[in-house]
């Protein structure tokens, strides 16, 4: 499995605590995040992220910010993204069930680090059902 990752400021420390469980699972990493806590702009890290998963670089994409909202705004203007917000484990996996989003948005200033890395580990392990939910994730992107 091969992950892309981007964060702004708020998130540089659950960026290394998310890669490095990853990488010790031996999931492959791409990095477009800063890894400094100075002010920047989160669609310059995250826009590479959707570029990532649109074209098929890798499997999932992670971004992370403050609220998690303003680069899930960004990433979900991609016409192939399904970013989802989320704030516990089991909408991690809705997302992934129902939904089928490729993307997971983490909100740093409002979560853990444990609670982050949970919530991925639950993202990436959770398989699409399709079924009832094919038709409605087939209508979400503008044609």
């Known amino acids: 499995m091969k992950i892309s990752i981007g964060n702004d400021h708020a998130g540089p420390d659950y960026k290394l605590a998310i890669v490095k469980h990853l990488e010790s699972k031996g999931i492959e990493v791409i990095n477009h995040g800063t890894d400094t806590f100075d ?6 890290f995250v826009h590479p992220v959707a570029n990532d998963v649109e ?5 999932f994409g992670i971004i992370i910010c403050g609220s998690g909202n303003g680069v899930a705004m960004s990433v979900n203007k991609h016409q192939k993204i399904r970013a989802a917000l989320c704030w516990i484990k089991e909408i991690a996996v809705l997302a ?3 939904n089928d989003a490729n ?9 853990s680090i444990q609670q982050c ?13 399709g079924g ?4 409605r994730v087939n209508k979400i992107a503008c044609k």
Do not use: C, K, W
């Open 96 to 98: 992934r069930q129902h």
């Open 117 to 129: 890395i949970e919530m991925v580990d639950a993202f990436l392990n959770t398989a699409f059902e």
């Open 103 to 111: 993307i997971i948005s983490l909100p740093a200033r409002y979560t």
């Open 39 to 44: 002010s920047v702009d989160y669609p310059d």
């Open 55 to 59: 074209n098929g670089v890798v499997d």
């Open 132 to 135: 009832r939910h094919q038709n």
